[in-house]
């Protein structure tokens, strides 16, 4: 099974929002650090792909990153 998951950065707010949908499910979660979200992000997909999608097995994880950064030239 695999799931992608788009994170994108809040630069003013200084947060982290994963999503992710289907025909059978949508997840939204947050948070300050991308590697919390990260996990966060592992243990609610291992849990709908148990409970609502009655899953056991191995989940892939496409990760899509949407961060714009500033730098000097």
Known sequence: MEFT??????DDEKIWLATSSSDDFAMTLDHGSFDALLEKVKIALSDIAENELAYKGEIKVKLEIDRTVSIAA
């Open 5 to 10: 998951v788009k994170f994108t950065w809040y």
